[in-house]
């Protein structure tokens, strides 16, 4: 009887507990811990990979990862069971996904995709607006029939990892009205009310620059996507950082 986040997490954490005979409240909770940080772990290794199969470049991947694991949120993150570091974790693995199946599109590989994919929906429904990224990708990679198996997977893994999502949709969907109700209105719910009174987008920018990644690290952000567009779309036939076939990857990853 609760949808504010997805049940995959709850699930996951419950079966791993009973798995190690931890499933008490106190256990629950190293357990919860030490889930957090596997998936952070993952990410930097799928930021690799994703760096890697972009750049083709060794020392370009390592500083990737690297940057990644010593920013503020991420660590501050996985010394607590949230659902966003599983969360950012499955992100990073359906962006590396997609970026393989352009390159190699196959039925299978949609299957995989609808997999994570609805293990992003039962972590936390927001992933929502990745759907019509995947449908469009899957379509003119592939074929209309190709994004038929991708929905059909989506669908199934959905009801395995969040099955009362379906069961009981009535609670389901108001529990997400809900949510989207608090987006909208930060006046409803006493914990939002610290949002009031901000600069849309501004106010995230300014704390992803001051807590998120920190001002280093940010302002290699800024200076490496000023670069990364300038050779896309200025200077591509004299580009030196990434190759004519991995614009579309490139724009994807953006």
Same mark, same amino acid.
């Given at each position: 009887?609760?949808? #504010?986040?997805g049940?995959?997490?709850?699930?996951?954490l419950?079966?791993v507990?009973? %798995?190690?005979?931890?499933?008490?409240?106190?256990?629950? =909770?190293?357990?919860?811990?030490y889930l957090s940080i596997?998936? *952070? =772990?993952?990410?930097i290794? &799928?930021?690799?990979? $994703?760096v890697? =199969?972009?750049?083709?470049?060794?020392?370009?991947?390592l500083?990737?990862?690297?940057f990644?694991?010593?920013?503020?949120?991420? +660590?501050?993150n996985?010394h607590?069971?949230?659902?966003?570091t599983?969360f950012?974790?499955l992100t990073t693995?359906l962006?590396y996904?997609l970026l &393989?199946?352009?390159?190699?599109?196959?039925?299978?590989?949609?299957l @995989?995709?609808?997999?994570?994919?609805?293990?992003l =929906?039962?972590?936390k429904?927001?992933?929502?607006?990745?759907?019509p990224?995947i449908?469009? $990708? @899957?379509?003119?990679?592939?074929?209309f029939?190709?994004?038929?198996?991708?929905?059909?997977?989506?669908?199934?893994f959905?009801?395995?990892?969040?099955?009362?999502?379906f069961? *009981?949709?009535?609670?389901f969907?108001?529990?997400?009205?809900?949510?989207?109700?608090?987006?909208? #209105?930060?006046?409803?719910?006493p914990?939002?009310?610290?949002? @009031?009174?901000?600069?849309?987008? &501004?106010?995230?920018?300014? #704390?992803?620059?001051?807590?998120?990644?920190?001002? +280093? +690290?940010? $302002?290699?952000?800024? %200076?490496?996507?000023? &670069?990364l567009?300038?050779?896309?779309?200025?200077?591509?036939r #004299?580009?030196?950082?990434?190759?004519?076939?991995?614009?579309?990857?490139i724009? +994807?990853?953006?």
């Open positions: 009887y609760f949808f #504010n986040y049940s995959l997490p709850i699930y996951l419950k079966a507990s009973q %798995i190690l005979d931890r499933a008490d409240y106190q256990g629950m =909770l190293y357990i919860g811990r596997s998936f *952070d =772990l993952l990410t290794i &799928v930021i690799y990979k $994703i890697r =199969l972009l750049f083709k470049n060794e020392k370009v991947a500083f990737s990862s690297f990644y694991a010593i920013a503020f949120f991420p +660590i501050q996985s607590f069971f949230t659902v966003d599983l950012t974790f693995l962006l996904q &393989v199946y352009i390159k190699n599109p196959s039925t299978k590989r949609t @995989v995709i609808g997999g994570i994919f609805a293990a =929906l039962a972590t429904f927001t992933a929502i607006i990745f759907l990224i449908l469009f $990708i @899957v379509f003119i990679k592939k074929s029939l190709s994004s038929i198996y991708s929905l059909s997977s989506i669908v199934f959905t009801f395995l990892f969040m099955p009362y999502a069961l *009981d949709f009535p609670k969907w108001s529990d997400i009205s809900a949510q989207l109700t608090m987006s909208r #209105n930060p006046y409803i719910f914990y939002t009310l610290q949002y @009031v009174g901000t600069i849309p987008y &501004v106010y995230y920018l300014k #704390n992803i620059f001051l807590w998120g990644l920190g001002p +280093i +690290i940010s $302002i290699f952000s800024m %200076i490496g996507l000023i &670069v567009l300038f050779n896309c779309y200025i200077v591509k #004299n580009s030196r950082v990434i190759e004519e076939s991995n614009h579309f990857r724009i +994807i990853v953006l």
